[in-house]
């Protein structure tokens, strides 16, 4: 079992019996769970360039602050879904090593079938 440092722990946390849960959920990690669990936690995506693409979606420069931070946040938590689900596919296949994009293609393929890709409300013009 890993030694957690209640610092690290999501903000929010003040409950003293979520925090209890959480401190025994993570001493289980390996370390290699631990080391993924902290990048995910230290990773997010820049708020220039999510406001960039916001732009170029919607059509208007007029993005708030709060929308840029929600879509950042939706974001990262589908790439999550991405990976976990990656994993999963890895050690189904009982691959080692890096995810490879057959992993990624997988899990998307799986994520879809699940109702958990959005559908395109505009069709491409070009394949």
């Keep these: ?23 025994a959920l ?10 993924r669990y902290e990048s995910f936690r230290r990773s997010g995506f820049q708020k220039s360039n999510m406001k960039k693409l916001l732009a170029s979606i ?5 993005i708030s602050m709060p929308t840029t931070i929600v879509v950042s946040g939706i974001a990262k938590m589908f790439v ?4 976990e689900t990656a994993r999963i596919v890895m050690s ?6 890096p995810i490879r994009p057959c992993h990624i293609r997988e899990a998307y393929r799986r994520l879809k079938l699940e109702g958990k ?11």
């Excluded at 999550?80 to 990976?83: T, Y």
């Design 1 to 23: 079992p890993m030694e957690v440092d209640l610092d690290k722990l999501p903000s929010g946390t003040s409950d003293p019996d979520k925090l209890a849960k959480m401190n």
């Design 58 to 62: 919607t059509g208007s420069q007029k």
């Design 26 to 35: 993570l001493s289980q990690f390996t370390e290699d769970q631990m080391n």
């Design 92 to 97: 189904e296949r009982k691959d080692s090593g």
């Design 117 to 127: 890709i959005p559908k395109r409300s505009v069709p491409r013009l070009f394949r």
């Design 80 to 83: 999550g879904e991405v990976i």
